[in-house]
């Protein structure tokens, strides 16, 4: 062999070594990038069960952290655009599987918003030097722009200014406690404490226009009275839409408290008779009715609630012991006309008022107990069981006015 036979050979093999290099590079690269993108989808399988599992078992908490921000974020979404016309979002708010969320929220914190409306706007007025005429005009102008009714912007108005006398006008302190006691006044409704005790059993029916937060709560008070080893059952009276009982099942799973359901579209009021003699015949403690809350027209849908009520007398003479109407503080004024509606047609015996923690219209409260004088039961300051709160006056209170008078 030659010299330059010898040099073609070794060149040969070197092109044939680098070729053979190159490919194999290339077929690492390939197969780095596949593992790459392996390893998002992975990821995001992960985070995807990762959500679905923290939908369905609102007891993790930390888990749940993310779906209840986007629960809420929707929820904020849903306010802003229900301040136009003061009407729950009503259509969607069905499709929504119950928020997994449960961390106990401060009621102060719960109270942020509101008191973030008139009460700081009054904290604003009154920590001026001087509290004089002017003020007064002021302050009537806050208190009858604050959501809570010109029946009770009037009563806290008049009692301002007519019972504090001219030296105390002076004082600002003077003026919140003046504030403080009317309104634990007009919230403490003069009613019987609420236990489910004294019937076997205690049968509540829930009530409301669509949107306002009824199933939601009934989850919620089912999820906390089988806590207290209560024998729950549930009647899933709204029988328009089928994510609507599907909605109330799943509460029902979480709270071990079974649901009674019936046909899509069928009469409501057979649902909650069936669902009323079951737990007669089967001892439970409590018995929830859901009910519809479509508001086609006023008189279709008083009409359908007197009828539940009357077929609930039928199943079992004397209920429903409790008739509950759940509100939405986030419709500020509206809640109170709608509670003046139903209170036409409906024995109302408690209030519930929901997303407290959602808009600065809580002071509503005021003026639904001055209008109705019924009391409020339970107060909702977010989308996780422990969110709903027994409605106390004085807790209430403290907290709405929390720091407003500088304390
Ligand atoms: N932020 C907040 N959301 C709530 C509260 N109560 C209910 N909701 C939400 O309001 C929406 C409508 O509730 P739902 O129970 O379906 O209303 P219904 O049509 O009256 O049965 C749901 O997304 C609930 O999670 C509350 O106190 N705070
Ligand atoms: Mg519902």
């Given at each position: 062999?030659?010299?330059?036979?010898?040099?073609?050979?070794?060149?040969?093999?070197?092109?044939?070594?680098?070729?053979?290099?190159?490919?194999r590079?290339?077929?690492?690269?390939?197969?780095?990038?596949?593992?790459?993108?392996?390893?998002?989808?992975?990821?995001?399988?992960?985070?995807?069960?990762?959500?679905?599992?923290?939908?369905?078992?609102?007891?993790?908490?930390?888990?749940?952290?993310?779906?209840?921000?986007?629960?809420?974020?929707?929820?904020?979404?849903?306010?802003?655009a229900?301040?136009d016309?003061?009407?729950?979002?009503?259509?969607?708010?069905?499709?929504?599987?119950?928020?997994?969320?449960?961390?106990?929220?401060?009621?102060?914190?719960?109270?942020?918003?509101?008191?973030?409306?008139?009460?700081?706007?009054?904290?604003?007025l009154?920590?001026?030097?001087?509290?004089?005429?002017?003020?007064?005009d002021?302050?009537?102008?806050?208190?009858?722009?604050?959501?809570?009714?010109?029946?009770?912007?009037?009563?806290?108005?008049?009692?301002?200014?007519?019972?504090?006398?001219?030296?105390?006008?002076?004082?600002p302190?003077?003026?919140?406690?003046e504030?403080?006691?009317?309104?634990?006044?007009?919230?403490?409704?003069?009613?019987?404490?609420?236990d489910?005790?004294?019937?076997?059993?205690?049968?509540?029916?829930?009530?409301?226009?669509?949107?306002?937060?009824k199933?939601?709560?009934?989850?919620?008070?089912?999820?906390?009275?089988?806590?207290?080893?209560k024998r729950?059952?549930?009647?899933?009276?709204?029988?328009?839409?089928?994510?609507?009982?599907?909605?109330?099942?799943?509460?029902?799973?979480?709270?071990?408290?079974?649901?009674?359901?019936?046909?899509?579209?069928?009469?409501?009021?057979?649902?909650?008779?069936?669902?009323?003699?079951?737990?007669?015949?089967?001892?439970?403690?409590?018995?929830?009715?859901?009910?519809?809350?479509?508001?086609?027209?006023?008189?279709?849908?008083?009409?359908?609630?007197?009828?539940?009520?009357?077929?609930?007398?039928?199943?079992?003479?004397?209920?429903?012991?409790e008739?509950?109407?759940?509100?939405?503080?986030?419709?500020?004024?509206?809640?109170?006309q709608?509670?003046?509606?139903f209170?036409?047609?409906?024995?109302?015996?408690?209030?519930?008022?929901?997303?407290?923690?959602?808009?600065?219209?809580?002071?509503?409260?005021?003026?639904?107990?001055?209008?109705?004088?019924?009391?409020?039961?339970?107060?909702?300051?977010?989308e996780?069981?422990?969110d709903?709160?027994?409605?106390?006056?004085?807790?209430?209170?403290?907290?709405?006015?929390?720091?407003?008078?500088?304390?």
């Open positions: 062999m030659t010299g330059t036979e010898i040099a073609y050979l070794i060149g040969a093999l070197a092109a044939v070594f680098l070729f053979l290099f190159l490919v590079r290339a077929s690492e690269k390939q197969t780095g990038v596949r593992d790459r993108l392996e390893q998002r989808d992975d990821d995001r399988d992960t985070e995807d069960n990762r959500r679905e599992l923290a939908r369905r078992a609102p007891s993790d908490a930390d888990d749940s952290v993310d779906d209840s921000a986007d629960a809420a974020e929707d929820n904020s979404a849903a306010d802003a229900d301040q016309d003061g009407e729950p979002a009503a259509d969607d708010a069905d499709e929504r599987e119950p928020a997994a969320q449960d961390q106990a929220v401060p009621l102060s914190a719960g109270l942020a918003k509101t008191r973030g409306g008139f009460v700081a706007r009054l904290g604003k009154f920590a001026r030097k001087k509290i004089d005429a002017d003020v007064l002021e302050l009537e102008q806050v208190l009858f722009t604050a959501d809570i009714g010109p029946k009770t912007a009037e009563r806290l108005f008049q009692s301002i200014k007519g019972r504090l006398s001219k030296d105390e006008l002076e004082d302190e003077a003026i919140w406690t504030l403080r006691r009317q309104s634990t006044d007009i919230l403490a409704v003069d009613a019987p404490a609420m489910f005790t004294g019937h076997t059993p205690f049968v509540l029916l829930v009530i409301g226009v669509n949107g306002v937060g199933t939601t709560t009934i989850g919620k008070i089912a999820a906390k009275l089988s806590a207290e080893g729950v059952l549930l009647g899933a009276g709204d029988t328009f839409r089928a994510a609507a009982v599907e909605q109330l099942q799943i509460w029902g799973e979480r709270a071990g408290a079974p649901v009674v359901t019936g046909k899509s579209g069928g009469d409501p009021s057979s649902v909650i008779f069936d669902a009323i003699k079951r737990g007669v015949d089967e001892g439970f403690d409590v018995v929830i009715c859901d009910t519809a809350g479509r508001l086609h027209t006023k008189i279709d849908l008083m009409d359908e609630l007197k009828k539940v009520g009357r077929v609930c007398d039928k199943a079992l003479p004397g209920c429903p012991h008739t509950w109407l759940v509100l939405d503080a986030t419709t500020g004024q509206n809640a109170i709608q509670a003046q509606m209170k036409e047609a409906m024995d109302i015996t408690g209030i519930v008022l929901t997303k407290l923690d959602g808009t600065a219209k809580g002071g509503v409260i005021l003026g639904i107990c001055d209008e109705l004088a019924v009391p409020v039961r339970y107060i909702g300051i977010g996780g069981v422990s709903l709160r027994a409605f106390e006056v004085a807790e209430f209170v403290d907290a709405l006015y929390q720091h407003a008078d500088g304390a």
